[in-house]
C-alpha cells in the first residue's frame, strides 16, 4: 500500500478538491483525506505510481505531488542540510558579499550544489578569498542576512514532541550551524570550520572537510546512537552534497533544490515550506507545535 500526498505553499492554499480527485481517479486511490484544507491532502492506494507523470502539470498549478509507502511514515530522526534549506541563504556567499568577492563566490557555490564541481574543492577556494575578513563580520551577517526557510521551527518541534532527534548537518561552518540550531530547536549540529588567527579569517577551512560522504557518515553514527535503523530517518537539502544521505533515509527530501539535485530524488518539494516534510509523514495541521506560540 501506497500513500499520495499533496501539497502546495500554505501562504496560498491553493489545493482544491477537484485537483485531488482528478488524481485520485486517475490512479485508482482511495477516498481523499485532508491534513490541512486547502494545503494539503493525501489517499491510499494499492500500487505506486511514478510522481513525475503528474508533476509536470501540478507544478504549473503551484503544486507538489510525493508517493510514500503506507506503513512506517513517521520517523525517528530528522537530518536536515542548513543553507538554503533550514534558512534562505547560503552563508558563504553572504561572508563574500561583505567581502566584495560576492559574485565570485555565488557561482562557485552554484555550481557545486549543482553537482558541476567537486564540493571539497570549491569549499576551499570560496575560503580562501575570504582570507583576512575579520571574523566580527559572522556576527553582522547572522543578525542581518540570515533568515528561517518557512515552517523550520514547525518541523523541529512537532517532529521532537513525537520523540524524533533533530540533526542540523551542514556542508557550511560551525559559527553558524550553533546559532541556527539554538534558534530553530536542535537537538546536534554538525559542520566545517573557518579557521581564524589574529581575529580574521586565515582563508583556509579546518579540515578534513564535511562533504557528501560526511553527511552519510552522520546518518548512520545518529542512527546507532538511537538504536534506530535508517528507514527511521527522513533527510531533506537542496544541494548535490546532500543526495547521499537523501538516498540513505527512509524519506529524502530535495526541497527548492537544484535541478541535478531533483533529477535523482525521490521526494520533491518546490513549492511547499518546510512542514511539508509533516504532511509527508502523515502529520494533520491540528497536530503541528509552533514554538513561536509558546
Avoid at 505531488?65 to 503506507?70: D, F
Avoid at 547572522?142 to 556542508?171: F, K, Y
Amino acid at each position: 500500500m501506497f500513500t499520495t500526498i499533496l501539497t502546495c505553499d500554505p501562504a496560498r492554499a491553493s489545493l482544491d478538491a477537484p485537483t485531488i480527485e482528478a488524481l485520485r481517479n486517475a490512479w485508482g486511490g482511495g477516498d481523499a483525506r485532508w491534513l490541512a484544507r486547502g494545503i494539503a491532502a493525501e489517499f491510499d492506494m494499492p500500487a505506486r505510481h511514478d510522481p513525475a507523470e503528474a508533476r509536470a502539470g501540478l507544478d504549473a498549478m503551484g503544486v507538489d505531488v510525493n508517493v510514500v509507502p503506507a506503513e512506517g511514515r513517521r520517523k525517528r530522526l530528522l537530518l536536515a542540510d542548513m543553507d538554503s534549506t533550514m534558512i534562505r541563504q547560503e552563508c558563504i556567499d553572504e561572508l563574500a558579499a561583505e567581502a566584495g568577492v560576492g559574485d565570485r563566490v555565488a557561482a562557485i557555490t552554484a555550481r557545486a550544489m549543482n553537482g558541476e564541481i567537486g564540493f571539497e574543492g570549491a569549499l576551499r577556494e570560496r575560503v580562501g578569498l575570504l582570507a583576512g575578513l575579520d571574523v566580527s563580520v559572522i556576527d553582522r551577517v547572522l543578525a542581518e542576512r540570515i533568515t528561517p526557510m518557512p515552517g523550520g521551527a514547525v518541523l523541529v518541534a512537532t517532529m521532537r514532541a513525537g520523540g524524533a532527534h533533530a540533526a542540523l548537518v551542514s556542508g557550511g561552518f560551525t559559527a553558524f550551524t550553533g546559532a541556527v540550531a539554538a534558534d530553530l530547536g536542535f537537538d546536534s549540529h554538525r559542520a566545517n570550520t573557518l579557521l581564524v588567527a589574529d581575529g580574521r579569517l586565515t582563508g583556509a577551512p579546518g579540515e578534513p572537510i564535511l562533504g557528501r560522504e560526511a553527511k552519510i557518515a552522520r546518518l548512520e553514527e545518529l542512527v546507532t546512537e538511537l538504536g534506530i535503523a535508517a528507514d527511521d530517518a527522513i533527510a531533506v537539502g537542496d544541494g548535490a552534497n546532500d543526495l547521499g544521505m537523501l538516498h540513505r533515509a527512509g524519506m529524502g527530501v530535495a526541497l527548492h533544490a537544484k535541478p541535478a539535485v531533483q533529477a535523482e530524488a525521490d521526494l520533491v518539494v518546490n513549492h511547499g515550506d518546510l512542514t511539508a516534510l509533516l504532511y509527508l509523514q502523515g502529520y494533520r495541521e491540528d497536530e503541528f507545535v509552533d514554538p513561536s506560540r509558546n
